[in-house]
């Protein structure tokens, strides 16, 4: 029997490493579209994932998204070679597509915000793949399979520090990932607390580390003494890693931090976490705060935990798992 053809896009800069731990794991053909947002291609090309760039970022204008969201979808339904299945971490694109080339889709995701694009993911998969501590309820869903762990464990468990190549300037130093200002997610205008974050760790004499997300943001912080911004994307696992502290404005690098045992801190600017970032806030993994002083004093208050991998591998074990009874079992 042939392999089956299991087709992946990728939209947002965390879902790389996570789609390269996955398809190590599983035996079927890939074929990968990207789209040009934010670090997305160059992380792909990072992590030697070969793929065909198919649509950028359009703006949080309604009327522009909806067209590019019409556009983009029956594309890649025109577009994307013979396939088997679908998986993606909420790509809403190719949910569609592949409704339209009547091929079924896996995904994975750990966004239970309630807004229109997540209420089209959870309706239109045909599978969903869902960390346990999701609140989908709100959603009309279809087959749904739960796994005990976070979309983050399924790549940390292949991490391994000593493979980690030396990225930054600083032996010591503190972690920053700006908020997602352009997510979809995100509505309105709000004021970033990076630049106070940085002022307030500098009086302290920490070195700052920070990951961009935009290009913009590279030339707005590379020249503040004390802070490196990195030329290109950098290990975000290794980066955390070793750092002292890691503070993000959005949910993956906490959460991959908090994961590993080091003090992480979400400054996420929405109304409301996702359930993923609840659970760790009250399992202690995680502090959110968009208050830099309070912000800072928990860090000095904190010190990194011992980290084992193993509870991670049983996650990703859990999650191939689930995704070949679904591919396989279809094809009986």
């Known amino acids: 029997m042939s392999k089956r053809k299991v087709w992946i896009d990728v939209k947002n800069s965390h879902e790389p490493l996570l789609f390269k731990s996955l398809i190590n ?20 090309d990072k992590y030697g994932l070969n793929y ?9 204008n309604k009327m522009t998204k909806a067209a590019n969201l019409v556009w983009r979808s029956f594309h890649l339904a025109i577009t994307v070679p013979k396939f088997d299945f679908f998986l993606s971490h909420g790509s809403i694109y190719g949910i569609l597509a592949s409704r339209l080339r009547r091929r079924k889709s896996i995904t994975i995701t750990d966004n239970d915000f309630h807004n229109k694009t997540n209420k ?11 960390p346990k501590f999701l609140n989908y309820d709100k959603f009309n869903t279809n087959h749904v399979e739960i796994f005990d762990g976070f979309k983050e464990d399924i790549y940390i468990a292949d991490f391994n520090p000593e493979k980690c190549e030396k990225e930054v300037p600083f032996s010591d130093y503190i972690l920053i990932r700006p908020e997602a200002y352009k997510a979809y997610y995100l509505e309105g205008n709000f004021r970033s607390i990076v630049p106070e974050l940085i002022k307030e760790f500098s009086k302290e004499n ?16 590379k020249s503040m ?9 950098v290990n975000g696992l290794c980066a955390a890693w070793h750092a002292m502290a890691v503070l993000t404005g959005s949910g993956t690098l906490g959460r991959e931090a908090a994961c590993m045992g080091i003090p992480a801190v ?4 929405g109304k409301e976490l996702l359930s993923v970032d609840k659970e760790m806030v009250e399992r202690g993994w ?15 208050s904190r010190k990194k935990m011992s980290a084992s991998l193993d509870r991670s591998k049983k996650v990703k074990e859990e999650v191939i798992r689930k995704i070949r009874e679904i591919v396989e079992g279809e094809n009986k």
């Open 25 to 44: 794991s599983l035996p079927y053909e890939f074929y990968f579209t990207a789209r040009d947002y934010a670090e997305v291609t160059k992380l792909m």
């Open 206 to 221: 920490y070195n700052i580390v920070l990951l961009p997300r935009y290009e913009e943001e590279r030339e707005k912080y």
């Open 225 to 233: 003494e004390n802070v490196f911004v990195p030329d290109s994307p």
């Open 286 to 300: 995680l502090y959110h705060s968009r208050d830099p002083k309070d912000i800072l004093s928990y860090v000095l």
């Open 120 to 130: 089209l993911i959870y309706e239109k998969s045909t599978y969903l793949i869902l």
């Open 52 to 60: 065909k760039k198919v649509g950028k970022y359009h703006g949080k």
């Open 266 to 269: 979400s400054f996420f600017p």
